[in-house]
């Protein structure tokens, strides 16, 4: 099986780490502490113009849930419409109604609107409440993938609901598992799943660079980061379990 990985990067120094360990996909995120949002116009764009590998934006206006005013569903529309200016590859979101259920309507529109880019359709899935019938409604608007870590916290946890989405989908759709997702676990993960592409951040808090730093302040600069050497672990990992 020809596994592929993907890297949510919070800023653009991680995306470039990630591409250098050899991910085969960059999910591209601003707001770490948020679960990741929308980046900004000029960090996508640059992104795309430094960047090799394919890059996915995410399009979530806020944390927080997912059922989302008119307003912030037009943003979400214009943050599409620059991502196919500036030439990105796809892009990722996620919509509900009250009641757990997919907006069909509202995601239909931006899976339409998105074409011929590529859509995932992130972990707002996991919030859903019936995962069976959501993952129809997702494959019936033309979404690539689900990212999921199975309804669970972590993808571990959510095992054996991923090895059933993978099962039901039935190369319809890509099953992704996130959340959790390191080298220690990365091939237990493939065998029990099933699944072949595989999400992590890979997060690791880079201390600041600043030689002056206000005590009184009491707030850690520290930042977000990629850690180059767990991706590579991963990659690893997942090419000795391929046989490649």
């Not at 995932?120 to 409604?137: G, I, K, Q, V």
């Not at 302040?217 to 850690?227: I, L």
């Amino acid at each position: 099986m020809n596994y592929r990985l993907e890297i949510c990067a919070f800023n653009l120094a991680s995306a470039l780490v990630a591409q250098e360990a050899g991910a085969d996909r960059i999910e591209f995120c601003a707001g770490p502490e948020e679960g990741g949002t929308t980046p900004s116009m000029g960090a996508i764009r640059t992104a795309r113009e430094t960047l090799r590998i394919p890059l996915y934006p995410i399009i979530r206006p806020r944390g927080g849930d997912f059922l989302y005013s008119d307003e912030e569903f037009r943003s979400m529309i214009r943050d599409i419409e620059y991502c196919k200016q500036v030439g990105c590859n796809g892009v990722v979101f996620g919509i509900l109604c009250p009641d757990g259920s997919i907006d069909k309507t509202r995601c239909a529109r931006l899976v339409e609107l998105a074409y011929p880019l590529g859509v995932t359709f992130h972990r707002a899935f996991d919030w859903c409440s019936n995962p069976f019938e959501a993952l129809e409604t997702i494959i019936g608007i033309g979404c690539e993938r689900i990212l999921t870590s199975g309804q669970r916290p972590k993808a571990l946890d959510g095992v054996e609901m991923i090895d059933q989405l993978v099962r039901e989908a039935d190369d319809r759709i890509v099953i992704m598992p996130g959340s959790g997702v390191r080298s220690a676990n990365i091939v237990e993960l493939a065998e029990k799943t099933g699944a072949s592409e595989f999400h992590t951040s890979a997060r690791v808090l880079k201390a600041s660079a600043m030689t002056f730093v206000n005590a009184a302040m009491k707030e850690s600069q520290d930042n977000v980061m990629v850690d180059l050497d767990e991706v590579r672990k991963i990659k690893e990992q997942l090419d000795a379990f391929t046989g490649v």
